[in-house]
């Protein structure tokens, strides 16, 4: 039986956070671009936050184009109002992958907890199928918005372009454009 994963981040939860964006757990360090949510460099989510705000997909790239820059994109989330984390504290891989497909959630993610934490948080945003799973069963019955986003993982068969419209869709509507 594969061994559990610890999750390897803390959570990322800046004071004056609008959303908290939720996806199911890394991918294995191996993938890593920079030691921060959305690390793999094949992973579309900060082209589609440099599209939607900067107007250009690179935004976030270093100036290698081998990573991500890790204090860019902190800068932005937090001066947006980004927090981030997953919905899964600790999994096990059935694969050698991150496809939520091949990951058992062991121990999911207290999302109350963590929204507690966030007093000014409008919307739980989860980026894939999984999150969204675990993130609806804790938040059911309680006030606040939660988005469901197409995943930004390369495996997902939607254009960037197409991605990008819908986070921007969701960003204009909590006031965050």
């Known amino acids: 039986m594969p061994e559990i994963e610890i999750h390897p981040l803390e959570p990322f ?25 959305y690390p793999n460099l094949n992973n579309d989510m900060w082209r589609i936050m440099g599209i939607i705000f900067f107007g250009e997909k690179d935004y976030f790239l270093s100036e290698t ?3 991500f820059c890790k204090e860019r994109i902190i800068e ?12 899964a504290y600790a999994v096990r891989r059935l694969q050698d992958n991150a496809s939520d497909k091949f990951l058992e959630i062991v121990q999911p993610t207290n999302v109350e907890a ?3 934490k966030l007093p ?9 199928q999984k999150a969204t799973d675990i993130a609806h069963s804790q938040l059911e ?8 986003m197409p995943s930004s993982s390369r495996a997902y068969p939607l254009a960037l372009e197409k991605k990008a419209e819908a986070y921007r869709s969701m960003f204009s509507e909590l006031f965050m454009l």
């Open 65 to 67: 184009k081998k990573a």
């Open 76 to 87: 932005f989330a937090s001066t947006k109002g980004i927090a981030m984390y997953d919905t």
């Open 114 to 116: 963590l929204l507690q």
């Open 141 to 148: 019955g309680k006030e606040i918005k939660l988005y469901r």
């Open 120 to 128: 000014e948080v409008k919307a739980v945003v989860t980026t894939g």
């Open 13 to 37: 939860l800046p004071v004056n956070a609008k959303i908290l964006m939720l996806g199911s757990f890394p991918p294995q360090k191996k993938r890593w671009s920079m030691e921060f949510y």
